[in-house]
């Protein structure tokens, strides 16, 4: 004989009594209204003004909030894992040595500290207010009272909670209608219905679903495979009409993106006038100005179109290819045909001691890395590359060779600005002034392995060693 299992019908819950609400006509009866409520012991009680009430936090008798404390608490949460964050990446998982500067340092780390910091602060502060307030908080029974409506507008209210544990229904009723309140009245819970509505029901299925839907697509593509390219969800940024240096283009007769320099135009702050030594280590100008490298580019060079792919060029290229010339004798001739140059022998700037100054920070900035501290042709890049031994360094001449020491000013200042041998060109990096400084600060170093010590004081060497 079959069973039959009754289940007990859900009713629904009987309305409780959730507090009272006091309406006051005016922000003087509810102040007076909240010292009474205060002296009187009640706990869980609030005031609802339409605009901020002066003196209204000493009447309720609000105590300090610990908002403050949940604000300084993050703020230090903030830094202490800012700095142990960057001590673990910089200092233990990735050690990476630069320039030999400390794997980790505090003043290093003192913008990442400031800037986690304020954010979990800003946290705590946003975050912290809105659960020591209890929201967000949707919904009020309050806002069922037709008199509460105007606690926006011209009315002042006092709402007393029933879980207040000095809170009577009697008691607690005669209390505040002894306030001279214009009016009290109780406010209920609501009465529902347990079961949650059908259409809720399915707007919450679909809303799950729709949730799903994304991690389940991104799993899906990062296991799988496909011979079709990726969707581009905004084009104009993966395909941009931007010319790129290195690209061909159909635009341009010579096939480059990039364009060469318009003649006769210069950048932007960087006029050049009439005072050629200056500029050019010269005291004038040859005709056949190719020796001295002012051209920045060849101009058959530029008009050339590049080649496709390398197979084209292969087979653009000639069959058979001439003997290329002796290096050195190149070298020697091009030497030769410098020497050969008007090069000042002078200054074109009052030397001063700034400017010495000036010549010995650029020097160890842009030269000491190859030719040393001392300009010996010993510097850190020189001794790597001499001791792999690989045969594609020359090694940098010291400044100290009879050679080199014989160089005019204006000689060494064309070196700087156009380079020799291996040495690169610094004329782009490093401004006309600064060079000059830097050819300063390497006469300097050559008439230092001059002098004998000897015929130096004691004071002099002292003063020598403090300025080192």
């Not at 869980?44 to 404390?69: Q, S, V």
């Not at 020189?382 to 009879?402: E, F, I, N």
């Amino acid at each position: 004989m079959a069973t039959t299992i009754e289940h007990p019908e859900k009713t629904i819950a009987e309305p409780q009594l959730l507090g009272f609400l006091a309406e006051f006509d005016n922000p003087h009866a509810l102040i007076d209204a909240s010292k009474k409520v205060r002296d009187a012991g009640y706990q869980k009680w609030d005031t609802h003004t339409p605009f901020p009430l002066h003196g209204i936090d000493n009447a309720m008798g609000i105590k300090w909030t610990i908002l403050p404390w949940i604000v300084a608490c993050c703020g230090l949460m903030g830094g202490t894992i800012a700095i142990g964050m960057q001590w673990y990446m910089n200092a233990y998982d990735y050690p990476f040595l630069i320039s030999g500067k400390p794997l980790f340092s505090i003043p290093a780390c003192i913008p990442i500290v400031f800037e986690l910091s304020v954010l979990l602060a800003a946290f705590g502060a946003f975050f912290g207010m809105l659960g020591l307030n209890q929201l967000p908080k949707l919904y009020n029974p309050l806002f069922k009272s037709e008199a509460f409506r105007r606690a926006t507008n011209d009315r002042f209210f006092i709402s007393m909670d029933a879980k207040d544990a000095k809170f009577s229904e009697i008691d607690t009723g005669e209390f505040l209608k002894s306030l001279n309140p214009t009016n009290v009245e109780e406010f209920w819970s609501d009465v529902e219905s347990p079961k949650l509505p059908r259409n809720l029901k399915l707007a919450l299925s679909i809303v799950g679903v729709l949730m799903i839907m994304p991690p389940a697509l991104v799993a899906y593509k990062r296991s799988t495979t496909t011979n079709t390219p990726r969707v581009h969800i905004v084009p104009d940024m993966d395909f941009q009409p931007s010319l790129k240096a290195q690209n061909t283009t159909d635009v341009f007769s010579d096939g480059r993106e990039i364009r060469p320099n318009i003649k006769g135009t210069i950048p932007r702050g960087q006029f050049k006038d009439d005072n050629i030594p200056f500029y050019y280590g010269l005291k004038y100008l040859p005709e056949d100005q190719d020796v001295v490298t002012i051209a920045v580019q060849d101009e058959k060079k530029a008009d050339a179109k590049p080649a496709e792919d390398k197979k084209a060029a292969a087979e653009k290229a000639p069959a058979t290819k001439p003997a290329a010339a002796d290096p050195a004798a190149a070298a020697a001739a091009a030497a030769k045909k410098l020497d050969e140059l008007p090069w000042v022998t002078e200054f074109p700037m009052p030397v001063t001691a700034k400017m010495m100054a000036r010549g010995k920070e650029r020097y160890r900035i842009y030269c000491s890395a190859c030719h040393g501290l001392g300009g010996e042709g010993d510097g850190l890049v020189t001794l790597r590359a001499m001791d792999l031994q690989q045969g594609t360094w020359v090694k940098p001449a010291s400044y100290h060779t009879d050679n080199v020491r014989k160089l005019p000013v204006g000689r060494l200042y064309h070196t700087i600005t156009n380079g020799v041998r291996k040495m690169p060109a610094y004329g782009p990096q490093i401004p006309p002034e600064d060079r000059w400084s830097i050819v300063l600060y390497l006469k300097a170093l050559q008439k230092s392995h001059q002098i004998d010590a000897n015929t130096i004081s004691e004071e002099e060497k002292r003063k020598l060693r403090d300025t080192k």
